[in-house]
């Protein structure tokens, strides 16, 4: 699989990647998969001057609080 490259500007608030993020780097972590992006990520690389990050995944759709989707709810037995 390879490296998918995201400018600093395509990095928005919210979004998740279903993979890790790395610096430009390739190899130093960045932001853990699965996590969604915070201000302060934003921020970090803003003020290191990164111009992208890298990952091996592609961009969550749905809800970044970690609740999933309906469709992933199990159903639980009766006690």
């Known amino acids: ?12 608030e919210g979004v998740r990647y279903s993979a890790p993020l790395f610096f430009d780097d390739g190899q130093c972590m960045f932001l853990a998969e699965g996590k969604p992006v915070k201000a302060h990520h934003i921020q970090a690389l803003d003020r290191w001057k990164i111009p992208f990050v890298v990952t091996y995944g592609h961009e969550l759709s749905g809800p970044a609080d970690g609740t999933g989707a309906l469709d992933d709810v199990e159903e639980l037995e009766e006690l």
């Open 1 to 12: 699989m390879a490296q998918t490259r995201i400018e600093r500007a395509d990095i928005h």
